[in-house]
Nanobody, 118 residues
Framework: QVRLVESGGGLVQPGGSLRLSCKASGTITSVFNAAAMNWYRQAQGKQRELVATIASRDSTVYADSVKGRFSISRDNSRKMVYLQMNNLKPDDSAVYYC?????????WGQGTQVTVAS
């Protein structure tokens, strides 16, 4: 069974940093390597939004709201995707989800809560 599992969320003060991780399991490395991977977030009462994307060859795209503060990366040998979040703001509070299309299936993790508050 192919799964995505996020970790690394928590409570942080404004201006702080967090690093989210997403582990893909049940997939062979070559399939993971070929997949673009995404981080989405959904704040309470709001629609889910795309935060960042990393393509198979490491090109990246970011939402305007996080440009210059967030950085997405991947370690294909470990089948991991990361989201480094710096200078966090209260508006960044949300459940963050890892997403990718593996084996022609649109897969989602269970989400990890990020709360930015003083």
């Amino acid at each position: 069974q192919v799964r995505l599992v996020e970790s690394g969320g928590g409570l942080v003060q404004p201006g702080g940093s967090l690093r989210l991780s997403c582990k893909a399991s049940g997939t062979i490395t070559s399939v993971f390597n070929a997949a673009a991977m995404n981080w989405y977030r959904q704040a309470q009462g709001k629609q889910r939004e795309l935060v960042a994307t990393i393509a198979s060859r490491d090109s990246t795209v970011y939402a305007d709201s996080v440009k210059g503060r967030f950085s997405i990366s991947r370690d294909n040998s470990r089948k991991m995707v990361y989201l480094q979040m710096n200078n966090l703001k209260p508006d960044d509070s949300a459940v963050y989800y890892c997403n990718g299309n593996l084996y022609s299936r649109d897969l989602w993790g269970q989400g990890t809560q990020v709360t930015v508050a003083s």
